[in-house]
Structure formats: C-alpha cells, structure tokens
C-alpha cells in the first residue's frame, strides 16, 4: 500500500504566486523538468513541468503520483521531502529506502520497511560516495533527494 510522505506546503496549482511557487519550480529545475524562471508565478510552463514530473513517478510503490497539474500534499512530499537520517522512520524512509534500491546495481539493496537503520546508513552513504558531489554523511537531504530522482 502506498503511503503518502508528509507535507508542509500549501497546494498550487494554475494561478498561484508566492513562495512555494517559486520553490516548487526550483526543486522541479533541479530535477531537469523545465519549469522556466523560477519567478513564484504558477503558469502554463510550470503545470507542464509539474505533469510530466508526476507522470515520471506515476508507478513508484511508494507515494506514487497522479500527473494532475497540481502540487498538493502527495508531490510536496516528493518534490520537499524532509531531511532524514539514521533513526528515523516512517512514509519518507520508505520512499528513501525505494529510491535507494533503484541504484542497487551499485549499492546494497535494501528492505523497504520505514526504518532508518543501519542497513539504509550504508547504502546511502554508498550512494553519495558513488554519486561523486554528494557529502559522503549518511543524511539524506535536498542534494540527495534531487541526486536520487525523489
């Protein structure tokens, strides 16, 4: 069962400006989906990247995305996760733990239990080693998220 990460972020969509526009069309740049100047005003360019970006994750196990056009709670959560480390547990270790095991030709496969143990420690940090401009620190932050396709 799909679980969706948590959220902190306002929905946007068409018509929306501020702030988490203008992060949204940050972290949806960085993640190579065009969404023009990052300038906090949701248009037709940024719906396009936000659908071709949800399209993208549509048949993830872990909070997959539906390509509406909209950034609600489900792709804040891939789009912003939290930073997480060792210790932690829950929907945002799953999808780490699921995006770690898409690199497993590399790395260590791991379980996807929701718990940020020791097996998700090492196969993080060999992820950000292999990565080559990643903190080798075993915490999975903006730059990993982004490394790891999120």
Avoid: C
Avoid at 56 to 64: M, S, Y
Avoid at 110 to 120: E, K, L, Q, R, S
Wanted: charged share 25%.
């Amino acid at each position: 069962m799909a679980t969706a990460v948590a959220t902190k972020h306002p929905t946007i969509k068409v018509g929306s400006k501020g702030a988490a526009v203008k992060l949204a069309q940050g972290r949806l740049n960085a993640r190579g989906y065009s969404a023009g100047t990052a300038d906090g005003i949701f248009g037709n360019l940024t719906r396009n990247a936000v659908k071709s970006y949800q399209a993208d994750r549509h048949e993830d196990t872990v909070a997959p995305l539906d390509s509406d056009g909209i950034v609600g709670p489900k792709t804040w959560g891939r789009l912003d996760p939290p930073t997480i480390k060792r210790g932690d547990d829950g929907a945002t270790v799953k999808l780490l733990q699921e995006r770690l095991n898409v690199f497993s030709f590399v790395i260590p496969e791991v379980d996807i239990d929701g718990d940020f143990g020791p097996a998700t420690e090492t196969s993080l940090k060999a992820f950000q080693e292999w990565w080559g401009t990643l903190e080798v620190d075993g915490i999975a932050g903006p730059l990993t998220w982004i490394a790891l396709w999120s």
